[in-house]
C-alpha cells in the first residue's frame, strides 16, 4: 500500500466515518436500516480496494471506469493507482450529494486530476461515453449490473479486467448477480472466476476473439 501521506490521512477519515457509522446500523432495527442503508458509507472494503490497486497497477490500466461512486472510498484506491499509471478514472453516480463528498475527499488526497466524475444515470452515462476501458468495476444496484454489462461490454479493451462486487453478499439480491454472473460467463470471451474477497467479486478478463 502506498505511504503517500495525504492519501492515508483521507484512507483514516474514510475508516471513521464507517467504523461510526457501523455503530448507528447495528442499533437499528432490520428494516428501517435497510430503508436507510444508501445513507451511510458501505465500501467495498479495505481488502477488496487494496487487491484491486494492486491488479491495476500490475496490468498498468490507463482507462478505469467506476459504475457506482457512491462516497467516493473505491474511487480513492483506484485513483492512486491511476495516477502511478499516468491514467484516468471515469466514476459515474446519481446522487449529486455523494459526489460532491467524494470530490472533496479526493482533493483532500491530491488526486482529484485523475478522476472524471460525472453525474446522472449510469446507463445514460455508458451509452454516452466515447472511451474503451481497461478495467471496469460494477458496484450500483444489483438490477443495474446486466445493463451496465451490455452496455460496457462493447467497450472493453483486449485485457481488460472487469470487477462485479457484492456477488455474495447481500443475500437479497443474488437472483441478479446469478443472472450477471451466467451472462459473463457465457460469452466465450471471458476468464470469469468469484473471489471471496469482501462482499464477493467476480473478476473476469476480457480476451476478443481472434
Given at each position: 500500500?502506498?505511504?503517500?501521506?495525504?492519501f492515508l490521512q483521507v484512507l483514516?477519515?474514510?475508516?471513521?466515518?464507517?467504523q461510526s457509522e457501523d455503530e448507528?446500523?447495528?442499533s437499528l432495527p432490520v428494516v428501517?436500516?435497510?430503508?436507510?442503508?444508501?445513507?451511510?458509507?458501505?465500501?467495498?472494503?479495505?481488502?477488496?480496494?487494496?487487491?484491486?490497486?494492486?491488479?491495476?497497477?500490475?496490468?498498468?490500466?490507463?482507462?478505469?471506469?467506476?459504475?457506482?461512486?457512491?462516497?467516493?472510498?473505491?474511487?480513492?484506491?483506484?485513483?492512486?493507482?491511476?495516477?502511478?499509471?499516468?491514467?484516468?478514472?471515469?466514476?459515474?453516480?446519481?446522487?449529486?450529494?455523494?459526489?460532491?463528498?467524494?470530490?472533496?475527499?479526493?482533493?483532500?488526497?491530491?488526486?482529484?486530476?485523475?478522476?472524471?466524475?460525472?453525474?446522472?444515470?449510469?446507463?445514460?452515462?455508458?451509452?454516452?461515453?466515447?472511451?474503451?476501458?481497461?478495467?471496469?468495476?460494477?458496484?450500483?444496484?444489483?438490477?443495474?449490473?446486466?445493463?451496465?454489462?451490455?452496455?460496457?461490454?462493447?467497450?472493453?479493451?483486449?485485457?481488460?479486467?472487469?470487477?462485479?462486487?457484492?456477488?455474495?453478499?447481500?443475500?437479497?439480491?443474488?437472483?441478479?448477480?446469478?443472472?450477471?454472473?451466467?451472462?459473463?460467463?457465457?460469452?466465450?470471451?471471458?476468464?470469469?472466476?468469484?473471489?471471496?474477497?469482501?462482499?464477493?467479486?467476480?473478476?473476469?478478463?476480457?480476451?476478443?476473439?481472434?
Amino acid at each position: 500500500m502506498t505511504k503517500d501521506s495525504k492519501f492515508l490521512q483521507v484512507l483514516a477519515a474514510y475508516d471513521e466515518r464507517m467504523q461510526s457509522e457501523d455503530e448507528i446500523m447495528k442499533s437499528l432495527p432490520v428494516v428501517e436500516g435497510m430503508k436507510r442503508r444508501d445513507e451511510f458509507l458501505l465500501s467495498v472494503g479495505e481488502d477488496a480496494a487494496v487487491f484491486m490497486n494492486t491488479l491495476l497497477k500490475s496490468a498498468k490500466s490507463k482507462t478505469i471506469l467506476e459504475i457506482g461512486t457512491s462516497y467516493g472510498y473505491s474511487t480513492l484506491w483506484l485513483a492512486e493507482a491511476a495516477r502511478e499509471n499516468d491514467g484516468i478514472v471515469i466514476t459515474l453516480e446519481a446522487d449529486e450529494t455523494k459526489v460532491t463528498y467524494a470530490k472533496h475527499r479526493l482533493y483532500e488526497a491530491g488526486l482529484s486530476k485523475y478522476v472524471d466524475f460525472r453525474v446522472g444515470d449510469a446507463l445514460a452515462l455508458m451509452k454516452e461515453a466515447k472511451e474503451t476501458f481497461d478495467f471496469v468495476l460494477v458496484d450500483v444496484w444489483k438490477e443495474l449490473y446486466l445493463p451496465c454489462f451490455e452496455l460496457f461490454y462493447p467497450k472493453l479493451k483486449n485485457k481488460a479486467w472487469v470487477v462485479a462486487d457484492n456477488m455474495i453478499f447481500p443475500t437479497q439480491s443474488i437472483e441478479e448477480t446469478k443472472r450477471y454472473q451466467n451472462r459473463i460467463r457465457n460469452t466465450g470471451v471471458f476468464s470469469s472466476v468469484l473471489l471471496p474477497i469482501g462482499s464477493g467479486m467476480e473478476l473476469s478478463q476480457y480476451e476478443q476473439i481472434k
